[in-house]
Nanobody, 123 residues
Framework: VQLQASGGGLVQAGGSLRLSCAAS????????MGWFRQAPGKEREFVAA????????NYADSVKGRFTLSRDNAADTVYLQMNSLKLEDTAVYYC?????????????????WGQGTLVTVSS
């Protein structure tokens, strides 16, 4: 499956952005989807994941209550709505797909990765 992430940009602290990840090439509903991020000089970290049906989500503690992950299986797309953005949310955000697995927080569980989209939060 090919993944194309979009929606990143520059936003002031407290603002919002919505990231999208469009999938192509395989049956989208077979894939658990996740978002990870990597800030400069830091390791990649888990942000959120959603089950194949969209009925179950998992969030990192750092984004709970601020980020919402959803999916539209008819459109082969997942959406990460990011509200109340903080300076520490600045990172490259990557979407990832896991074939037939659960919505885990571990990057090695994911089989396919998008190219990343940069989110910069300014003060």
């Amino acid at each position: 499956v090919q993944l194309q992430a979009s929606g990143g940009g520059l936003v002031q602290a407290g603002g919002s952005l919505r990231l999208s990840c469009a999938a192509s090439g395989r049956t989208f509903s077979f894939y658990t989807m996740g978002w990870f991020r990597q800030a400069p000089g830091k390791e990649r970290e888990f942000v959120a994941a959603i089950s194949r049906s969209g009925g179950s989500t998992n969030y990192a503690d750092s984004v709970k209550g601020r980020f919402t992950l959803s999916r539209d299986n008819a459109a082969d797309t997942v959406y990460l709505q990011m509200n109340s953005l903080k300076l520490e949310d600045t990172a490259v955000y990557y979407c990832a797909a896991r074939f037939l697995g659960s919505a885990t927080m571990t990057s090695v569980d994911y089989d396919y990765w998008g190219q990343g989209t940069l989110v910069t939060v300014s003060s």
